[in-house]
Every structure is written in structure tokens, then in C-alpha cells.
């Protein structure tokens, strides 16, 4: 019975989850790892889970804080390429998003996390805060943090069309 649900849950949810991972990872591989990652702790977890009060926000915290956790390990450095392979040359949007994606792959990875949250999920700070298991106030340093940060490596109007759009 219980695999049953688990295997329902995840069928249902896997796209959301695919998307999330790769607004956070901007790489698709590295997408299906951490949502392989994710599923699979969630399996082990599934009685748990499966009696929460909102699982899918549990599952969407379990995957968030698998990716701020993942840069502490060894194996998250190795890369299978020695550079990436060729891409299409962008068009303008293509090449802002790409440039969005770059930026923000150089920002610490919590804020990072708080940027995707806020910005493109447009959670709001509590269930930011919620998903994170830190406080409004730490989204928030975490969202400024995060938006100079990108500021810097953007230049101002990019980051201020980002947050206008949202």
C-alpha cells in the first residue's frame, strides 16, 4: 500500500520537481541527479511524509536543502566535461536568461536558493523561510545579499527588469 502512494506522489509531482531542481541548478543532468536524490530520500521518508500536513512542501524543502547542502560534498565538484558542449548561438532573451542563469550560479547557494523561491516560484518570505527552516528575517538579509550580489555581476538595470517581473 505504501509503495503504491509513493510511486502515485512522485508520477504526480516529478515534473514540478524537475523544474525546481533545474531553476536551481541551471543544468539539466545536474537536475535529474538532485531530483533522483530527493525521490529517493523521500522514499526512504515516506511514512513520514506521506502524514504531513502540506508533503508537497516538504518535498520541495527536501530538494531545496539538498542543493544548498550539495556543494560540502566532494563528488558535486567533479565534472564529466573538461568545457561544456557547443550551444546555439541566443537569440536576445536566450542570452539575458542565459546570462540571468550564469549570475546566478556564481551567488552562494542559500542565497540562491532564496532568489529561485522568491523570484521565480514567487513564494512568499514565510514559506521561504518555511521550506529553508530559517527565519523571515534571514530570507530576507538573504534575498538583499543575493540581489547586490547579482547586481555586481549583472549590472543594475538587469536585476531590477528580474525583480520588476516577478
Same mark, same amino acid.
Given at each position: !500500500? ?12 516529478? +515534473?514540478? %520537481? =524537475?523544474?525546481?531542481?533545474?531553476? %536551481? ?8 541527479? @538532485? ?11 515516506? $511514512? ?5 500536513? =502540506? +508533503? ?5 524543502? !527536501? ?9 560540502? %560534498? ?7 566535461? $573538461? ?5 546555439? $548561438? ?24 532564496? @532568489? ?20 523571515? &528575517?534571514?530570507? *530576507?538579509?538573504?534575498?538583499? =545579499? &543575493?540581489?547586490?550580489? %547579482?547586481? *555586481?555581476? @549583472? ?8 525583480? *520588476?517581473?516577478?
Amino acid at each position: !500500500m505504501g509503495d503504491d502512494d509513493y510511486v502515485e506522489y512522485v508520477t504526480a509531482r516529478l +515534473p514540478a %520537481l =524537475h523544474r525546481l531542481a533545474y531553476a %536551481l541548478t541551471g543544468d539539466p543532468h545536474r537536475a535529474d541527479d @538532485l531530483v533522483q536524490q530527493t525521490i529517493t530520500t523521500l522514499y526512504v521518508k515516506w $511514512a513520514k511524509v506521506r502524514r504531513v500536513e =502540506h +508533503p508537497d512542501r516538504y518535498v520541495r524543502s !527536501m530538494l531545496v536543502n539538498t542543493f544548498v547542502d550539495e556543494r560540502r %560534498l566532494a563528488w558535486s565538484r567533479v565534472r564529466l566535461f $573538461a568545457q561544456p558542449p557547443e550551444r546555439p $548561438a541566443p537569440d536576445d532573451y536566450r542570452a539575458e536568461r542565459t546570462a540571468v542563469r550564469q549570475a546566478l550560479a556564481r551567488v552562494p547557494r542559500r542565497q540562491q536558493a532564496v @532568489l529561485v523561491l522568491r523570484f521565480f516560484y514567487d513564494l512568499p518570505v514565510a514559506e521561504v523561510a518555511e521550506i529553508l527552516g530559517v527565519t523571515p &528575517g534571514t530570507v *530576507k538579509s538573504q534575498t538583499a =545579499h &543575493g540581489l547586490t550580489a %547579482l547586481r *555586481k555581476l @549583472l549590472g543594475e538595470q538587469s536585476v531590477t527588469a528580474l525583480t *520588476k517581473e516577478r
